[in-house]
């Protein structure tokens, strides 16, 4: 079944211990993107990558890493998180940057 | 910088009547503007798409209409259904680049 899977689904963690949210493709897509969704902000891109080792920055990238080593995989990384990262995250990909993008089933994300 | 104004936040309607969502964007080279919807629980799915070589696109019951001159497009649903109640989302890019600007949502409520 063609779908982007993110792990984990929930997590709960404290300011500033490192965690990792990791985002799958199956489609052999191109393009792949971080976006969060806060109430009243609608959905906020926060990195997106063209291509396997081509990742750029989207509206709010502050305190976010990304990686792009192999073109299913686009992990995002928090190296320090914070209280204000408490957020509903979603990776989306899509064969070009401006082909329909298939979004992953969401990580909910709480910092403390 | 980029930005896309949508309009209404909320917006209920009867059964079977129409239902219209308007967005705005400010930056004059963007080109391409997809609509999703958002279901309770679950990722974003593209319902439809316009590309600024045309002023209407329609699929079945939804239309998109878009403006270059305004900067405005609009997303038209007819003769609504139950099924129609969820988060709609419209975006705008720019031919190049992978940046995805989206608009602040609009809550769809379609009473039976």
């Known amino acids: 079944e063609a779908q982007v899977t993110q792990n984990p689904r929930y997590l709960i963690t404290v300011t500033g211990k490192k965690l990792t949210v990791t985002c799958s493709q199956n489609?052999?897509?191109?393009?792949m993107s971080w976006y969060r969704q806060d109430p009243g902000l609608g959905l906020r891109q926060i990195y997106y990558s063209m291509n396997v080792e081509v990742t750029d920055k989207g509206d709010v990238p502050e305190g976010y890493k990304v990686s792009r080593k192999e073109k299913r995989n686009f992990p995002l990384i928090l190296e320090s998180p914070s209280p204000n990262q408490t957020s509903l995250y979603f990776c989306?990909?899509?064969?070009?940057?401006?082909?329909?993008?298939?979004f992953g089933p969401g990580t909910r994300l709480t910092v403390l | 910088g980029e930005n896309v104004e949508q309009h209404p936040s909320t917006l209920s309607v009867q059964e079977g009547d129409s239902a219209v969502i308007k967005c705005t964007y400010s930056d004059s080279a963007s080109n391409y503007f997809p609509w999703y919807k958002q279901e309770l629980g679950k990722g974003p799915q593209l319902i439809i798409d316009i590309r600024s070589n045309v002023g209407e696109k329609k699929d079945q019951r939804i239309a998109v209409t878009l403006n270059k001159t305004a900067k405005h497009f609009s997303l038209h649903i007819t003769e609504t259904q139950p099924e129609d109640s969820a988060v709609y989302f419209c975006?705008?890019?720019?031919?190049?680049?992978?940046?995805?600007?989206f608009g602040q949502g609009t809550e769809l409520s379609v009473k039976p």
């Open positions: 489609m052999n897509h191109e393009y």
């Open positions: 975006a705008a890019s720019k031919r190049s680049g992978g940046k995805l600007i």
């Open positions: 989306a990909s899509s064969f070009l940057a401006r082909d329909e993008q298939f």
